[in-house]
C-alpha cells in the first residue's frame, strides 16, 4: 500500500474508532511499527491525532471538518473522476460559479484549459485557475477564511446575487434524504444559498462518503438540486431518494 493510502486508512480507522494502536495498524497493512510511528507523528503535526503510548488518539470533532490539507488527501481518485464528470458537463461560454472545497480544487484543475467565466469561492482554486488563458477570472471579495482560504461573509454574499449563473458547482460536508445538503461552517450556509438562487442549474459534486455523514449547517433540501455527481459507492438508498426528488445522478 502506497504512503498516501495508508495515511488516509489510518485517518478513516481515527474517524471511526477514536483511538488506533501501532501494533494492530502495523499488523494491518504489512509495514513495521516504525513506519506506523512516522504516520501518527505526521497526523499529530496536521493537527488529526494526538501521540499516545502505544498509538494515537483522534482529534477530528464530530462538529467540525478536519484540516483542509487532511481532507485533500480523501478519496482522491474518486474526486479525480467527478471533476471530470462535472467539466464534461460544461459548455464553453458558460458562467461558472465553483464552490470551495478539496473536490472543487480537483474540478478547478480538470477546467483551467476550458473556455469559461468562473467565479471560484476559494483562493485555492483562483490560483490554479489565475494563469489560465481562456478562462475568464472573476473573484467575489469578502473575508478570506485562514487554512480554507474561502470566502465568506456579507460581500461574498452580495457579489454572488448581484450575478447570475448557468451552473453553480457545490460541495458539502453531507448530503441525505433526510436532511438535503449540509455543511459544518455556518458562514457557509448563506454563501452556498446564495450561490443556489442565482444560478440556472445547480451541480452537487460530492464523494460517496458525504451520504454517511449529516453536518451542521443545512443549505437546502434535496429538490434544489439539479444533479449530482458523485461515484459509485453511493448509498443505493440514497440514489433511490435523490431520484425519487427529481435529482439527476451522475457516477464516474
Request: glycine share 6%.
Amino acid at each position: 500500500m502506497e504512503s498516501s493510502d495508508r495515511m488516509r486508512a489510518i485517518m478513516s480507522a481515527l474517524r471511526a474508532h477514536d483511538a488506533v494502536s501501532v501494533a494492530e495498524l502495523a499488523l494491518e497493512h504489512a509495514v513495521s511499527e516504525m513506519t506506523i510511528r512516522r504516520d501518527l507523528d505526521e497526523l499529530a503535526r496536521q493537527g488529526v491525532a494526538r501521540r499516545v503510548r502505544g498509538g494515537a488518539v483522534s482529534l477530528l470533532l464530530r462538529g467540525e471538518e478536519p484540516p483542509f490539507e487532511v481532507r485533500e488527501r480523501e478519496a482522491v481518485e474518486a474526486k479525480q473522476r467527478i471533476a471530470a464528470e462535472v467539466a464534461a458537463l460544461l459548455a464553453d461560454g458558460e458562467a461558472v460559479l465553483l464552490d470551495s472545497g478539496t473536490t472543487a480544487l480537483e474540478i478547478a484543475r480538470v477546467i483551467r484549459h476550458r473556455r469559461l467565466t468562473v467565479l471560484p469561492l476559494s483562493l485555492h482554486s483562483a490560483h490554479e485557475l489565475g494563469a489560465a488563458p481562456r478562462i475568464r477570472l472573476v473573484l467575489p471579495g469578502g473575508e478570506v477564511q485562514p487554512g480554507e482560504l474561502n470566502f465568506t461573509g456579507p460581500l461574498t454574499e452580495g457579489a454572488i446575487r448581484s450575478l447570475r449563473f448557468d451552473t453553480a458547482v457545490i460541495g458539502c460536508c453531507g448530503l441525505s434524504a433526510e436532511h438535503g445538503l449540509t455543511t459544518h461552517d455556518l458562514a457557509e450556509v448563506a454563501v452556498k444559498q446564495a450561490a443556489i438562487a442565482s444560478a440556472r442549474r445547480v451541480i452537487a459534486a460530492a464523494d460517496s462518503t458525504k451520504f454517511t455523514r449529516t453536518a451542521f449547517g443545512a443549505v437546502c433540501p434535496l429538490d434544489r438540486l439539479d444533479l449530482v455527481v458523485t461515484d459509485p459507492a453511493i448509498p443505493p438508498a440514497e440514489h433511490d431518494a435523490l431520484t425519487a426528488a427529481g435529482v439527476a445522478v451522475r457516477t464516474a
